[in-house]
């Protein structure tokens, strides 16, 4: 019986955050924090889909006969995914859920998301689909603004359409760039599911890993000369929800529209330099150049600031997030909120200093 691991990586956002949404550019990085599934087809006469995922204690047994009986698609997957993330919403709404976890929120995104992609990729590729187990572990804090969703969908999306190609003979270890296409679209569809309306970056950049620069609607471009940076990653430990931001600045928009734009325009500005700035950075490092690299990083650094700025003005930052920016300011450094914001993460971009962390956030 077929047997395998596989993992996608988070993200964070360097710059574009939220203008994204309306087309701008935006720069992400892959991050080394991964999601990680182990995949195990189950004997035939068991029946069921396991679950297993303890970062959000779900833990289920699905009976397979019920949810191919429930489902029946009698239409084209491609041209009603609505109606099959529906379908599945309903079944899952039929579904016993621990009463241990105060998120079954959580649960039931989580079990939407694995049925979903199985029934959507299955029906696809037009295969049976037999009883197997996954459980899914991550390093990912959820609702944090690492990606942890995106990483999640990435994983499944990948393990399912490995699954489908190793049941019609298809050998491989590797994917092509025909396949990580198909593993970011399917994501993406996966990522509605949890946010709504994505950009589309967290899974571009889950997928291919990497720094890409992104703009919605056209193809993914994969940094060749990103930059070693060192960046130091701060939990506020503050809990938000991405739909609900984002729908905070499309509401500030409607009334002020204007305004909201010119910002837009002005993070655009600062994505599109900041991946000027890393062909520099990278320059100073491959030539050694001190004094370059310097000029490099005071130029990211004042980036950094603006951007955080910016999305401050969004009404998308947090108390938590000033504070850590405040912080990072003081001592000569630069960092900004990473994600939706609303809590979750910051980054601070670090020099190439020992002791560096411990004299700035462990000494305020």
Same mark, same amino acid.
């Given at each position: 019986?077929?047997?395998?691991?596989?993992?996608?990586?988070?993200?964070?956002?360097?710059?574009?955050?939220?203008?994204?949404?309306?087309?701008?550019?935006?720069?992400?990085?892959?991050?080394?924090?991964?999601?990680?599934?182990?995949?195990?087809?189950?004997?035939?006469?068991?029946?069921?889909?396991?679950?297993?995922?303890?970062?959000?204690?779900?833990?289920?047994?699905?009976?397979?006969?019920?949810?191919?009986?429930?489902?029946?698609?009698?239409?084209?997957?491609?041209?009603?995914?609505?109606?099959?993330?529906?379908?599945?919403?309903?079944?899952?709404?039929?579904?016993?859920?621990?009463?241990?976890?105060?998120?079954?929120?959580?649960?039931?995104?989580?079990?939407?998301?694995?049925?979903?992609?199985?029934?959507?990729?299955?029906?696809?590729?037009?295969?049976?689909?037999?009883?197997?187990?996954?459980?899914?572990?991550?390093?990912?804090?959820?609702?944090?603004?690492?990606?942890?969703?995106?990483?999640?969908?990435?994983?499944?999306?990948?393990?399912?359409?490995?699954?489908?190609?190793? #049941?019609?003979?298809? $050998?491989?270890?590797?994917?092509? *760039?025909?396949?990580?296409?198909?593993? !970011?679209?399917? /994501? +993406?569809?996966?990522?509605?599911?949890?946010?709504?309306?994505?950009?589309?970056?967290?899974?571009?950049?889950?997928?291919?890993?990497?720094?890409?620069?992104?703009?919605?609607?056209?193809?993914?471009?994969?940094?060749?000369?990103?930059?070693?940076?060192?960046?130091?990653?701060?939990?506020?430990?503050?809990?938000?929800?991405?739909?609900?931001?984002?729908?905070?600045?499309?509401?500030?928009?409607?009334?002020?529209?204007?305004?909201?734009?010119?910002?837009?325009?002005?993070?655009?500005?600062?994505?599109?330099?900041?991946?000027?700035?890393?062909?520099?950075?990278?320059?100073?490092?491959?030539?050694?150049?001190?004094?370059?690299?310097?000029?490099?990083?005071?130029? #990211?650094?004042?980036? $950094?600031?603006?951007?955080?700025? *910016?999305?401050?003005?969004?009404?998308? !930052?947090?108390? /938590? +997030?000033?504070?850590?920016?405040?912080?990072?300011?003081?001592?000569?450094?630069?960092?900004?909120?990473?994600?939706?914001?609303?809590?979750?993460?910051?980054?601070?971009?670090?020099?190439?200093?020992?002791?560096?962390?411990?004299?700035?956030?462990?000494?305020?």
């Amino acid at each position: 019986m077929i047997q395998f691991e596989i993992s996608a990586p988070g993200k964070v956002i360097l710059h574009g955050e939220h203008a994204v949404v309306y087309g701008k550019t935006a720069v992400a990085a892959s991050l080394n924090l991964r999601t990680k599934l182990k995949f195990s087809e189950l004997d035939s006469n068991r029946k069921f889909i396991e679950i297993n995922f303890p970062k959000v204690c779900l833990y289920l047994k699905i009976s397979l006969d019920e949810f191919l009986e429930y489902l029946q698609p009698s239409y084209p997957i491609n041209e009603n995914t609505d109606q099959l993330l529906e379908q599945v919403q309903k079944f899952v709404s039929l579904q016993q859920f621990t009463s241990k976890y105060d998120g079954e929120r959580s649960q039931k995104l989580s079990l939407q998301a694995v049925l979903y992609l199985l029934a959507y990729i299955a029906f696809e590729e037009q295969i049976q689909i037999k009883p197997f187990s996954i459980h899914l572990i991550t390093d990912l804090t959820v609702g944090s603004g690492l990606g942890s969703s995106a990483s999640f969908a990435v994983c499944l999306a990948g393990c399912f359409l490995h699954w489908v190609r190793l #049941l019609k003979g298809d $050998i491989h270890d590797t994917f092509d *760039l025909d396949d990580l296409e198909r593993i !970011s679209k399917y /994501a +993406l569809s996966c990522e509605q599911i949890m946010h709504g309306s994505p950009s589309g970056i967290d899974n571009s950049v889950c997928t291919y890993g990497g720094a890409i620069e992104f703009r919605r609607g056209e193809p993914v471009s994969v940094l060749s000369n990103m930059p070693n940076l060192n960046i130091l990653l701060v939990d506020t430990k503050v809990t938000r929800n991405t739909k609900d931001l984002v729908n905070r600045v499309r509401e500030r928009r409607k009334l002020h529209p204007a305004v909201i734009d010119s910002i837009f325009d002005s993070i655009e500005t600062v994505s599109k330099t900041a991946v000027q700035v890393f062909g520099e950075i990278y320059n100073a490092q491959t030539t050694n150049d001190a004094a370059l690299l310097d000029s490099g990083y005071e130029k #990211l650094s004042s980036l $950094i600031n603006i951007n955080q700025g *910016l999305l401050s003005t969004l009404d998308v !930052s947090h108390p /938590a +997030l000033n504070n850590i920016c405040s912080i990072a300011q003081n001592n000569l450094l630069a960092g900004k909120l990473t994600g939706a914001g609303g809590g979750g993460y910051a980054y601070i971009l670090l020099p190439n200093t020992e002791n560096i962390i411990d004299t700035v956030f462990y000494e305020n």
